[in-house]
């Protein structure tokens, strides 16, 4: 963590970040709303075989990989796998236990989960979840973001997953 003193001049950046598929797993996208300041940035991207989780994930993480310094981040995400991983500190007890669950079991998504970390590594983060689709302007427009990119024509390929499944 830095000091209180240091984040007096760090940029303050809000961040709001959705995920989905249809199906799941099944094509997915994650939408991001990013605002600092005056400025204001929305991205997406899609795949073509994933999961919801995967999607939450991947938002978060491409909304971190965005900022070209070091930042106090305000995430916002409707995802409580992702904030409660975090807040919880269940990431610490995975990483503790060589990426394995209370129950002994491999961590799901340990591909993003270590992608997560290294993104996060340079910000000061306050993590909050919101309910989804109960209104919330930026949660509504990053669904409409992520289901734009689900329905592009080009979708990426989610390595990892697909590689998973064989």
């Not at 503790?96 to 961590?107: D, E, F, L, R």
């Not at 270590?114 to 689709?133: C, E, N, P, R, T």
């Amino acid at each position: 963590m830095r000091s209180s003193h240091l984040s007096r001049f760090m940029k303050r950046v809000i961040i709001h970040t959705d995920g989905g598929c249809k199906g799941n797993p099944g094509p997915g996208g994650f939408g991001v709303v990013m605002v600092c300041g005056n400025n204001r940035l929305e991205f997406s991207d899609g795949y073509r075989l994933t999961t919801n989780n995967r999607m939450e994930l991947r938002a978060a993480i491409a909304a971190l990989q965005r900022l070209s310094e070091p930042c106090l981040v305000e995430l916002h995400s409707d995802s409580k796998y992702l904030i409660d991983a975090i807040s919880k500190k269940w990431i610490d007890g995975w990483q503790k236990k060589a990426w394995k669950t209370a129950n002994k079991q491999p961590v799901k998504n340990k591909d993003l989960w270590i992608q997560l970390l290294s993104a996060m590594h340079s910000h000061q983060i306050d993590w909050h979840w919101v309910k989804g689709h109960a209104g919330h302007l930026e949660n509504e427009r990053c669904d409409e973001l992520a289901n734009i990119a689900i329905a592009g024509k080009i979708l990426k390929a989610d390595l990892e997953f697909e590689d998973e499944r064989i």
